[in-house]
Structure formats: C-alpha cells, structure tokens
C-alpha cells in the first residue's frame, strides 16, 4: 500500500462554494499530481509539481489552483465549485530517479448540485 | 505527439481462461510503459511497467505483458483469469524524450474487464 492519502473522499457542495482537496504523501517523493478522472473514466493531467514552490499546469486546463508549500503536501482549490468540476479527482506522487511508477491515492469524488 | 490507445472499451473473458487487454502506443523517444487497474470506488495501483531489456514483463496478481516495438504495442496479459480480476485497466506512457524527468504519464482511455464465473 502507497502512503499517500486524499481527504476527503466524498465531497457534495453547492455551486458557488470554495473547496480544498487535500493530498499528503509521507514517502518523501519530490514530484507530486492531480489527475481529474471523468465520467467516461479518462485521466487528464491537470496540475503537476517537482517539489516545494514549484507548480506547473497540466495537460487539460482546469480552473483550480494547487500550492506546495511542504514536500508531502499538494492541496487542490477551487474558488468557486461549479457543476462542470463535477468530477474524480486523483493524487500522485514519484519519488526520483526516471524511471519510477506514480503511486495513487484512492480520489477525491466531487458533486457539484 | 505521444499518446496512447485502448481500444476495447470492455473485455469479457470467463474464469479460467486467459485474457488480454490490449494497448498500442505512439511517442517521438524511448517508450517507457506502464499498467494500472483501478478497483470501483479506489485509486489506481501499479501493476508492471518496462523500460528496457526483456520485452515480457511480469508484475503483480499475476500478470505479465510483452512489449513490441514493432508493433508499438505493450498487451497485458494473464493466463488464468479470476472473477477478481474484474476491474478497470490503464495502460500508460512516459516519452523520455519529450517529458524528460518529470514523470508526466499519458494514460489510455482505460478498458474494463469483466471476469465471469
């Protein structure tokens, strides 16, 4: 089992409303993602980070903003929720070295009403 | 651009027999591929990845996959299925040429497996 944990898991809010994904790693891994996973079940990169103040956006451009401030912690926000965020978000981390595999969380499932 | 492809949505195979999800892949440098499964309601979990030497891989669960370069193509396989196989596969590519050390994936579109008793 990977230790890297999302809080929380199940997550129903009202349009409008800011939320905070959380994601903390304890394997000490530099290199930390989020990937939004949606209802036909395709991952999409949407924001990465090589480690401590360090972010880039991903592939799929999304309206949430992400922070690394300590190595083992990536939260994921969201100003202001709406139906279209409706959706699973997942957290990875990569420790160094090029070679090796990402290690998951188990989600974040967001409904947006 | 890199990419991957799954092109079976959904692969049925009965308990016992030995199944294949397949994935083909498309990059500009050296391929190194990935499989992930994905339980309901759970994150994704490793199962094996190649990046150089022999082209079939074995990994977790019992499962292995071949690597062709030929074809661009990374199969998963397994001889024997179980009905807890059952779940959602992803196959995974990271360009070294293009991604460099970021460890950026592009996942395929996933395939699920369904393992009747």
């Known amino acids: 089992e990977a230790d890297i944990y999302q809080t929380p898991r199940y997550l129903v809010i009202g349009t409008g409303k800011k939320i905070t994904l959380e994601c903390s790693q304890t394997?000490?891994?530099?290199?930390m993602y989020w990937y939004q996973q949606d209802p036909g079940m395709e991952l999409h990169l949407i924001h990465y980070?090589?480690?401590?103040?360090?972010?880039e956006k991903g592939d799929l451009s999304s309206e949430s903003t992400v922070s690394r401030i300590r190595t083992e912690h990536f939260p994921l926000t969201l100003e202001s929720a709406r139906p279209s965020h409706t959706s699973q978000y997942l957290c990875?981390?990569?420790?160094?070295?090029?070679?090796?595999?990402?290690?998951f969380g188990e989600g974040s499932r967001l409904t947006v009403l | 651009a890199q990419s991957v492809a799954q092109p079976e949505d959904q692969v049925n195979v009965a308990e016992g027999n030995p199944l294949t999800v397949k994935c083909t892949y498309s990059?500009?440098?050296?391929?190194?591929l990935f499989w992930y499964v994905q339980y309901p309601n759970r994150g994704l979990q490793f199962l094996l990845k190649?990046?150089?030497?022999?082209?079939l891989v074995k990994g977790s669960y019992g499962f292995e996959a071949e690597f062709n370069k030929s074809q661009t193509s990374f199969h998963l396989k397994k001889p024997s299925a179980l009905v807890s196989d059952s779940a959602l596969y992803f196959c995974?590519?990271?360009?070294?040429?293009?991604?460099?050390?970021?460890?950026?994936?592009?996942f395929g579109q996933g395939t699920t497996l369904q393992v009747k008793p």
């Open positions: 990059v500009s440098g050296n391929p190194y």
């Open positions: 995974a590519v990271r360009d070294m040429h293009r991604s460099g050390n970021t460890g950026k994936l592009i």
């Open positions: 190649y990046i150089t030497g022999d082209n």
């Open positions: 990875a981390s990569r420790g160094q070295g090029a070679f090796g595999e990402l290690f």
């Open positions: 980070s090589y480690g401590v103040n360090s972010t």
């Open positions: 394997m000490g891994h530099d290199k």
